[in-house]
Structures are given as structure tokens and as C-alpha cells.
């Protein structure tokens, strides 16, 4: 008899052991989408996750209620059979029995399949909570007591980095692929990129003064494959509108020394600090693709659209009319040529460095010439973190491409930081 309920006590503290494991490491949102699904034992899973706390006080009181138990008759058994020697072999048989069938297999178990073990132990745990229900309220206020006493601090709230490494997680289970996985990770960045990240610069701007001639206008639609134009009055500094193709072509059907002035749609002004998601709701709520870029003195610093807001999540959207340039291009020796407007962290990504946390730069060109203090020609260049970064073609106002080629550790071990 002894024997039977040694047994069960047994199996009752593996099934407390594998409730912890699975409630601790179970997937709420798979549990949500199953219950929603219409499945009732996944929704009484999901309720009681949502008190974790009070969940966890049943459970571990449950185990070790049967620990205790299974302990104390052991130790009356073999007291009773080898004498004073009884409770050293209790303790040592029994040490091993729970140590094996109640917490190493069973938590294994359930780590394997942690939603599939707590649909199935939710029913009892359920009625144990209820009848826990007054030892559950004392611990909770014991809990309570102890946060006000230590000052203890919720953090349940989960940041954007973390939100990124489940994602990275998923990706390498092969939960998600790598293009989800990607896509995931640009809508959880998208909020704390702002405009100047991804702007298309002053210095790179197709613009056109508002006194050029419609054939003017023309001219550049053609040859430049651009649908729409900003334009400007005296400098580029004013920018008065911008001109759409199609409201051209259209006026033009009818005159061909039409008023471009009254051609133009209303342009937006926003400031380089202001957030991509912001400017989203800027451009949905004014129904225009363009916005104009400015500095704290009015002046124009670039311009920025729609699309490029959009290849941010998607990545790079080309379309028939486009000359398709790799910003990031890897060579033959196992270097990269960048373009001098490639995205500094993204350069920073795929050369696998930290980021330069003391530049206020965007751009692999900018970064340089700071770094530098001024404008670099061909063939000069700087040493960074066990790269050589030098200038394969420039103007004398900017950099146009640079050469990335890592250095052997010789080399590295001498390099200026």
C-alpha cells in the first residue's frame, strides 16, 4: 500500500515539475490563435497564463506538498525496515527517484511540447487554483510586501532589440524565411529611422527653375524618366512646387506655351529629424509622394518619396525605366566598392563593425570626409578597425565611390584607430 502511494506521489510531482516547465516556455500567441481557432482547451490554457503569478504559487505549492509527502513515507518504510539506517537510504533512493522520474524527464518532456502539456494539465490546475485560493492570496500579498520592501520593478514590456532576436531566433528554427524575416525586422526599425537616413540629397537633386521654358520641362521628363520634378524659384533653397508628368503632358495637349506656375502641386516642408512612420501618415493624410527636406534655416537639405519610405520595408523597388546601381557591390579580391551615398550603417552591417558612435554622418562619403577633415581625392584614405577605406572616385565637392578591403591581422595590428 505503502509502495502504491509512493508511486502516485511520484507521478504527481513529475506532472507539477512538466506544469512549470510548460507554462514557463509555452507560446501565448500560438495558444491565441488556437483558441480562436474554437479550441476550448488551449482558451482555458490561455486564461490561466494571463496570471501567471497565481499560477505558478498552485503549482509549486502542489510539488512540493507531494514532495514532502513522498519523502516522509519513504523515510517510514525504510526506517521501518533497515532501522536507523532507514532515513540515509530514503534520502538517497528518494534524492534519485525525484531528481530522475519527477524533474529531469518530465521538464524535458514538457520543454519539447510546452503548449500541447499545458492544454493538457490545465483541467486539474484549474480545480487546484480554487481550492488553493486562500494560500494563493497570502503569497500574493506576500509578494507584494517584498516588491514595496526591495523596491522591485515590473519590466514586462519588450524592446525593439528584443523583439528583433525572437525574430532571429524564428528565422534560424526555420520557423520564418529569411525574406519574412527581413521584412519583420525593417517594420520593427521603421519607427526610429528618420528622414535624413534615407533622403536623396541636395547635391543629387533633378530640379528646375520655374521660368524654364515647357520644352525645357519636356526635355528632362524624357531623359530623365522621373514623374515628377520639384521646382524652384531664384535657388534651389525655394522650392515653389512640384511638377507632375501627367498634369504637364496634359496642359501641354492643349497649349504648348503653357503657365508652369499653374501646373505645380503644393509641396510638403518637413524637417530632417522627422520620423519615416510620421511622414507616412504626412503623405497618406495630403495625398502627395514628395516632401521637401529642410534645415533649421529653411534651406532645402533633399527630398524624399514615397517609394523610398517603402523600399525601407521591401527593399529596392526598380521599375523598367530605372538604371539598376548596386550601392554595395563585393569584388574578386574579397573587397567592397561602395557608392559614396550608401548608408553608413548599412556599410557598418555588412562589413560586420560597430558603428562609428561618434559621427553624426549617414553616409559611407560623409563619414569619410569627417573623419578625414576634408573632401578626399582619389587614392587617400584611412585605416578603421581593421579595414582600409580609401576613395576610388571623386569630384572636388564629394566622394563618389570608395574601396573596402579588410587587412590581415599584421597589417591590422598597426592601424590608427
Known amino acids: 500500500m505503502d509502495a502504491a502511494i509512493l508511486v502516485l506521489l511520484i507521478i504527481l510531482s513529475a506532472y507539477f515539475s512538466a506544469t512549470e516547465t510548460a507554462f514557463s516556455g509555452v507560446n501565448k500567441i500560438r495558444l491565441k490563435n488556437m483558441a480562436s481557432d474554437g479550441n476550448k482547451k488551449a482558451a ?3 486564461r490561466l497564463t494571463e496570471n501567471f ?8 505549492v502542489g510539488n512540493n506538498i507531494v514532495n514532502i509527502l513522498a519523502s516522509s513515507i519513504a523515510t517510514v518504510v525504510f526506517t521501518a525496515m533497515f532501522g536507523d539506517a532507514g532515513v540515509t537510504i530514503a534520502t538517497l533512493v528518494m534524492t534519485v527517484l525525484l531528481l530522475i522520474f519527477s524533474e529531469i524527464t518530465p521538464k524535458s518532456m514538457a520543454k519539447e511540447a510546452p503548449e500541447r502539456f499545458a492544454m493538457f494539465s490545465a483541467p486539474l490546475i484549474s480545480l487546484l487554483q480554487t481550492l488553493l485560493t486562500p494560500v494563493n ?3 500574493t500579498m506576500w509578494k507584494k510586501l517584498i516588491a514595496k520592501l526591495f523596491k522591485v520593478k515590473g519590466g514586462s514590456a519588450i524592446t525593439d532589440d528584443e523583439l528583433i532576436t525572437i525574430v532571429d531566433e524564428a528565422q534560424n528554427e526555420g520557423g520564418i524565411g529569411e525574406n519574412q524575416g527581413e521584412l519583420i525586422r525593417s517594420a520593427i526599425e521603421f519607427n526610429d529611422l528618420e528622414v535624413v537616413h ?20 519636356a526635355s528632362l521628363f524624357k531623359n530623365n524618366h522621373y514623374s515628377r520634378i520639384p521646382v ?18 496634359e496642359k501641354m495637349y492643349f497649349d504648348n506655351n503653357i503657365d508652369i506656375a499653374s501646373t505645380l502641386i503644393s509641396v510638403e516642408y518637413i524637417p530632417k529629424n522627422t520620423k519615416i512612420s510620421e511622414l507616412l501618415r504626412i503623405f497618406q493624410h495630403a495625398r502627395c509622394h514628395m516632401a521637401v527636406v529642410v534645415d533649421e534655416f529653411g534651406g532645402t537639405v533633399g527630398i524624399i518619396t514615397m517609394e523610398d519610405i517603402l523600399e525601407e520595408l521591401v527593399g529596392e523597388i526598380w521599375d523598367e525605366n530605372d538604371e539598376i546601381i548596386s ?14 551615398i550608401a548608408s553608413l550603417s548599412k556599410v557598418f552591417e555588412i562589413m560586420e563593425i560597430e558603428d562609428d558612435e561618434e559621427t553624426e554622418a549617414v553616409t559611407i562619403s560623409g563619414w569619410l570626409t569627417e573623419r578625414m577633415g576634408k573632401i578626399p581625392q582619389v587614392g587617400e584614405g584611412i585605416e578603421f578597425r581593421g579595414y582600409r577605406i580609401s576613395v576610388s572616385e571623386a569630384t572636388p565637392k564629394r566622394v563618389v565611390y570608395v574601396k573596402i578591403i579588410k587587412q590581415s591581422n599584421k597589417t591590422a595590428s598597426t592601424q590608427t584607430r
Not at 200 to 215: N, Y
Not at 238 to 243: A, D, T
Open 44 to 46: 482555458r490554457a490561455l
Open 53 to 60: 503569478d497565481k499560477l505558478l504559487t498552485t503549482v509549486l
Open 137 to 139: 492570496w497570502i503569497f
Open 198 to 217: 534615407i533622403l536623396t540629397p541636395r547635391v543629387d537633386i533633378l530640379a528646375a527653375e520655374i521660368s524654364t521654358p515647357p520644352k525645357k520641362f
Open 232 to 249: 524652384y524659384k531664384g535657388t534651389i533653397d525655394n522650392i515653389v512646387g512640384i511638377l507632375h508628368e501627367r498634369d504637364f503632358y
Open 327 to 340: 550601392e554595395i557591390e563585393r569584388c574578386g579580391d574579397g573587397g567592397y566598392v561602395v557608392a559614396g
